[in-house]
């Protein structure tokens, strides 16, 4: 379940990382709880569209840095060219104001908004 409420991109480049030749659409539905074939191909759309992996599903060196950094890869993108453009405090704020999540934002099944709302005190 948690590979279909999570974006991929992240664990694409990590198995990227570990095993250049892996066909990813083919490892990702051998997976307990397999995501969409249309969330793959759109996780592997959104690498080649930042520069982390070419049109065969090769890992770039930008793709290679991105694995690096404990961030979803657009961001660490967007750190990785500030730091070039040397505008890394901007970009920063930018990054992390993105990477959180919204505190106010409950989830989306019901059983664990029904949780959440108990938690809060609220009957339904």
Avoid at 78 to 87: E, G, R, S, T
Avoid at 102 to 124: C, S, T
């Amino acid at each position: 379940m948690e590979l279909r409420r999570m974006p991929i991109e992240e664990l694409c480049l990590q198995v990227k990382m570990l095993d250049p030749n892996c066909a990813l659409e083919d490892f990702l539905q051998k997976t307990l709880d397999p995501p969409v074939p249309e969330t793959i191909r759109n996780a592997i759309l959104a690498l080649q569209d930042i520069g982390a992996l070419t049109l065969n599903e090769k890992l770039t060196e930008l793709g290679k840095k991105l694995v690096s950094l404990p961030v979803h890869p657009s961001t660490g993108r967007m750190i990785l060219f500030a730091l070039l453009v040397n505008c890394l405090d901007p970009a920063l704020t930018l990054a992390c104001a993105y990477d959180c999540r919204d505190p106010f934002v409950l989830p989306m099944e019901l059983d664990e908004k029904k949780m959440q709302l108990k938690r809060a005190g609220i009957v339904i």
